[in-house]
């Protein structure tokens, strides 16, 4: 179910192959094509599959003027033309320097599935409706090490409100009709939410 309203304004960019609007209407938040300045965080959508406009890249270069927050949120994955790790290269090439605190796990059809935690290890299930959290295997562990490894060596440099001072710029994999990712995303809206000013 969509997001109740919080505190935080947000603004959702991107090209209209990702589903921007779709982003903002469950997240609460607004889509734009011209900059937001008033803006406390700003999302980013990518397809995979469609990669990045120049107007899209544009729009993140001109926020780095405000040093609002990002987030890049990657949609459409359940196509299978392209996929997460795809994303995550593009912007890192066109934007800045994307980290990736999860990574989608597949089922045997090759849709996504889960994700596991690079900080945690934790693999979050979103194949039922309920949702089940289980420690990933020793296999998985291996298979994931130098990810891991990168990412908690990005999150140490940068420091813990690196991502709510407009400095780290994360990945997410949304899937919304599966709920994968939603999660997350809410996290990082809270973590925004946690940084305002207090309203009394």
Excluded at 2 to 20: N, Q
Excluded at 169 to 174: D, G, Q, R, Y
Aim: glycine share 4%.
């Amino acid at each position: 179910m969509p997001t109740p309203s919080s505190r935080v304004r947000i603004h959702i960019y991107g090209h209209e192959s990702a589903d921007p609007q779709q982003v903002a209407h469950y997240f609460g938040g607004t889509f734009t094509e011209v900059i937001e300045s008033e803006s406390e965080l700003a999302i980013f959508v990518v397809d995979p599959a469609a990669g990045i406009s120049p107007e899209t890249i544009s729009l993140w270069q001109r926020l780095d003027d405000f040093q609002i927050p990002r987030l890049v949120v990657v949609t459409h994955l359940e196509n299978q033309i392209a996929d997460f790790d795809d994303a995550v290269m593009l912007a890192s090439r066109v934007f800045d320097q994307i980290v990736t605190p999860f990574l989608v796990l597949h089922d045997d059809a090759g849709f996504p599935c889960a994700l596991i935690s690079l900080e945690t290890l934790e693999i979050t299930d979103y194949s039922h409706k309920e949702h089940t959290v289980t420690m990933s295997s020793e296999e998985h562990q291996i298979l994931i090490s130098e990810f891991r490894q990168e990412y908690l060596e990005q999150i140490e440099s940068s420091g813990d409100s690196a991502f709510a001072a407009g400095l780290l710029f994360p990945a997410v994999p949304l899937w919304i009709e599966k709920e994968l990712g939603v999660n997350i995303v809410r996290k990082y809206i809270d973590e925004i939410e946690k940084a305002l000013p207090s309203s009394s």
